[in-house]
């Protein structure tokens, strides 16, 4: 069978897709593209009947923000997908500042408008990133926007599930607290994501590839979920000019 071609958008959309769970509430903040991508594509597979929240789009049930946060706050958000600009070994991750000194960093980001709480009410949280190097996967985030692990007596209603990269798919051991790397990306090798990872990735010995996608899960990427983000504005032009190119 010859090798279907993809690019890692499309693939880290298709992972995402993969843990959405049918009659779930799961959802995604502004500016999450790839996220978006993965919640159209589950309902339009396995979850037809999941509850999917896509903020600042037509996808959105709320009349404000501050609505969603509620629904956060009582519980009842079964997945959220975050990025960070560093994310450390321990699930925390940054998306303040970058550098030693907490007075004068060498770069100021906007921050994350609810990702922290959220971080700590979603049941699961999956983060991501585009880029797999060593500036991004650090044994250290220079600020912890929102913590991987909470100490016993902090009310938390959820945990992080997974990290999810163009290389490789990491599990969150929350008995131990930290990341272990779950399945490398073919064809990367256990050598490529250690080379690019600036922690120590919990495993010995061999690992699991990431199983590639599927014939039907990419038609239905390009040829329904494509239009449909497209049609109603959901990140059209970066729907138009990523998935199926």
């Known amino acids: 069978m010859t090798a279907l071609a993809?690019?890692?958008?499309?693939?880290?959309?298709?992972?995402m897709s993969r843990e959405v769970r049918d009659g779930e509430v799961s959802a995604c903040g502004a500016l999450s593209q790839i996220p978006?991508?993965?919640?159209?594509?589950?309902?339009?597979?396995?979850?037809?009947?999941?509850?999917?929240?896509?903020?600042?789009?037509?996808?959105?049930?709320?009349?404000?923000?501050?609505?969603?946060?509620?629904?956060?706050?009582?519980?009842?958000?079964?997945?959220?997908?975050?990025?960070?600009?560093?994310?450390?070994?321990h699930a925390n991750y940054n998306l303040h500042?970058?550098?030693?000194?907490?007075?004068?960093?060498?770069?100021?980001?906007?921050?994350?408008?609810?990702?922290?709480?959220?971080?700590?009410?979603?049941?699961?949280?999956?983060?991501?990133?585009?880029?797999?190097?060593?500036r991004t996967f650090v044994e250290r985030v220079d600020y912890i926007s929102s913590a991987g692990s909470s100490p016993p007596d902090t009310i938390r209603g959820g945990h992080p599930h997974q990290v999810i990269t163009p290389k490789a798919v990491f599990g969150f051991d929350r008995a131990a607290g930290i990341l272990r790397?779950?399945?490398?990306?073919?064809?990367?090798?256990?050598?490529?994501?250690?080379?690019?990872?600036g922690f120590d990735l919990g495993v010995d010995g061999a690992v699991d590839t990431t199983p590639v996608p599927t014939q039907e899960e990419l038609r239905v990427l390009r040829e329904v979920v494509r239009p449909k983000m497209i049609s109603t504005g959901t990140y059209g032009a970066w729907a138009e000019k990523t998935i199926g190119v």
Do not use: W
């Open 6 to 15: 993809y690019n890692d958008s499309e693939y880290i959309a298709i992972l």
């Open 36 to 89: 978006a991508a993965a919640l159209l594509l589950a309902q339009a597979t396995h979850a037809p009947n999941a509850e999917i929240i896509l903020l600042n789009t037509v996808f959105r049930p709320f009349g404000t923000s501050r609505q969603f946060h509620f629904l956060c706050q009582r519980g009842e958000l079964g997945l959220f997908f975050l990025s960070g600009v560093q994310i450390d070994r």
């Open 97 to 134: 500042q970058l550098g030693p000194d907490k007075q004068h960093p060498t770069a100021r980001f906007p921050g994350g408008y609810g990702g922290g709480m959220i971080y700590y009410m979603a049941k699961r949280t999956i983060l991501f990133r585009t880029e797999h190097t060593r």
């Open 181 to 197: 790397l779950q399945s490398v990306h073919s064809p990367y090798t256990l050598d490529d994501i250690r080379e690019n990872t």
